[in-house]
């Protein structure tokens, strides 16, 4: 009998998603109408707020539907940045949360959520140790409407991270609760993002359709998707590249999220993923770029355990593996990946980041295993180096 003969999968992504260029303008509305919403709450950040006409516009389709806007998240969803759009949100009393932008903004929106419904206060020295007893159902939090604007797929998941002042740790909150109730997929929007932050995030997606075909066990519907989340990546983030107004790419490279990360429930995230936020909030890596410079070192370490899942990311690559030992093959496949990093000009080194070997073993320590031994992982760092 095949794995695929038999087993069990948990849809966990939003309820609604919406694509295509304009869908904002032309969606956005009914969507509100729909779940019954009329006192929209806006979280995004600082530099779509300042640096763009987006936040104008949306607020302006909005009208006197929109009862707060908050635009002051940063990178990694500083704690006390969120606990201010917590109390924001608050005194506005809204029916739906509408989030804005990146990973960010959206990881923020949820916790905003998160806190509304339970009274968590997330700049509290406890809000770490406090949030793990809360998991949150569907129905539970408000409404969330996500439209972003990169490729991090945040929007799809039920995980949100939030960042403490002074540690600089990622605190994480999960909940099936979470995940929001519609996504709008709207490349139009796009344009104003940064070109790296843009292709960046794309291979962060790429991380994410490696790690699902790698995660343990057979999902025929995950491992289809991601695989062609693979395809679609790889053609479309080369076609920005070679012209960033190509709305066409942009909305095959927001499918390619998508179909990215599908994983059945709240499965755990790989080990570039693991190791990436060891060094991101500490190092002020964004997430998209620690993908770029861990993902192809993690597929080449975990080649030999692995070696007939690699050679499907190969051939998904375009690779042609079909006589070739799996072992090579999986190893190509790591080189493709690198090699599609590097065609986007895009960061390579840890080094460039002010890491040096004397940071590798603290950040590596909480992650080893038996597994994952911690001169593996230091091996892994050193690599990126």
């Given at each position: 009998?095949?794995?695929?003969?038999?087993?069990?999968?948990?849809?966990?992504?939003?309820?609604?998603?919406?694509?295509?260029?304009?869908?904002?303008?032309?969606?956005?509305?009914?969507?509100?109408?729909?779940?019954?919403?009329?006192?929209?709450?806006?979280?995004?950040?600082?530099?779509?707020?300042?640096?763009?006409?987006?936040?104008?516009?949306?607020?302006?389709?909005?009208?006197?539907?929109?009862?707060?806007?908050?635009?002051?998240?940063?990178?990694?969803?500083?704690?006390?940045?969120?606990?201010?759009?917590?109390?924001?949100?608050?005194?506005?009393?809204?029916?739906?949360?509408?989030?804005?932008?990146?990973?960010?903004?959206?990881?923020?929106?949820?916790?905003?959520?998160?806190?509304?419904?339970?009274?968590?206060?997330?700049?509290?020295?406890?809000?770490?140790?406090?949030?793990?007893?809360?998991?949150?159902?569907?129905?539970?939090?408000?409404?969330?409407?996500?439209?972003?604007?990169?490729?991090?797929?945040?929007?799809?998941?039920?995980?949100?991270?939030?960042?403490?002042?002074?540690?600089?740790?990622?605190?994480?909150?999960?909940?099936?609760?979470?995940?929001?109730?519609?996504?709008?997929?709207?490349?139009?929007?796009?344009?104003?993002?940064?070109?790296?932050?843009?292709?960046?995030?794309?291979?962060?997606?790429?991380?994410?359709?490696?790690?699902?075909?790698?995660?343990?066990?057979?999902?025929?519907?995950?491992?289809?998707?991601?695989?062609?989340?693979?395809?679609?990546?790889?053609?479309?983030?080369?076609?920005?590249?070679?012209?960033?107004?190509?709305?066409?790419?942009?909305?095959?490279?927001?499918?390619?999220?998508?179909?990215?990360?599908?994983?059945?429930?709240?499965?755990?995230?790989?080990?570039?993923?693991?190791?990436?936020?060891?060094?991101?909030?500490?190092?002020?890596?964004?997430?998209?770029?620690?993908?770029?410079?861990?993902?192809?070192?993690?597929?080449?370490?975990?080649?030999?355990?692995?070696?007939?899942?690699?050679?499907?990311?190969?051939?998904?690559?375009?690779?042609?593996v079909r006589e070739m030992p799996q072992q090579r093959a999986a190893l190509l496949a790591a080189d493709a990946v690198a090699d599609l990093i590097a065609r986007l000009d895009l960061p390579r080194h840890l080094s460039a980041y002010g890491l040096s070997d004397s940071d590798l073993e603290a950040a590596a320590r909480p992650v080893a295993s038996a597994e994952y031994p911690i001169g593996d992982l230091i091996g892994i760092y050193e690599a990126a180096l």
């Open positions: 009998m095949r794995a695929s003969d038999t087993g069990t999968f948990t849809y966990a992504n939003p309820p609604t998603i919406v694509w295509g260029p304009g869908c904002v303008a032309e969606r956005l509305d009914g969507e509100l109408q729909r779940l019954g919403a009329s006192r929209a709450f806006v979280t995004t950040t600082r530099s779509v707020a300042s640096n763009t006409a987006l936040l104008g516009s949306l607020e302006g389709q909005l009208g006197p539907r929109c009862v707060g806007t908050f635009s002051q998240i940063s990178q990694h969803a500083p704690a006390r940045a969120v606990a201010d759009a917590v109390r924001k949100a608050r005194a506005a009393s809204p029916d739906v949360l509408i989030s804005f932008g990146g990973g960010s903004p959206i990881d923020a929106t949820k916790a905003v959520a998160f806190a509304l419904a339970t009274g968590l206060d997330l700049d509290q020295p406890d809000a770490a140790a406090r949030a793990r007893s809360f998991s949150p159902a569907p129905g539970e939090l408000l409404p969330h409407v996500a439209i972003p604007t990169t490729l991090s797929a945040a929007e799809l998941s039920g995980l949100a991270g939030f960042t403490t002042e002074n540690e600089r740790e990622k605190v994480g909150l999960r909940g099936a609760g979470m995940i929001p109730s519609c996504v709008l997929f709207d490349a139009q929007l796009s344009l104003e993002t940064p070109l790296d932050l843009w292709l960046s995030t794309g291979i962060r997606a790429v991380d994410h359709a490696v790690e699902t075909v790698l995660a343990g066990g057979s999902h025929p519907f995950s491992d289809t998707l991601a695989l062609d989340a693979l395809r679609r990546l790889q053609s479309s983030l080369l076609a920005t590249h070679a012209d960033p107004s190509d709305l066409a790419a942009r909305t095959e490279s927001q499918l390619g999220a998508w179909f990215s990360f599908t994983l059945p429930g709240p499965a755990a995230a790989g080990l570039s993923h693991t190791l990436g936020k060891r060094i991101g909030s500490r190092h002020g890596i964004p997430h998209g770029v620690s993908s770029c410079l861990l993902l192809p070192h993690v597929m080449r370490y975990v080649a030999p355990r692995a070696p007939s899942e690699l050679t499907r990311i190969a051939s998904a690559l375009g690779l042609d």
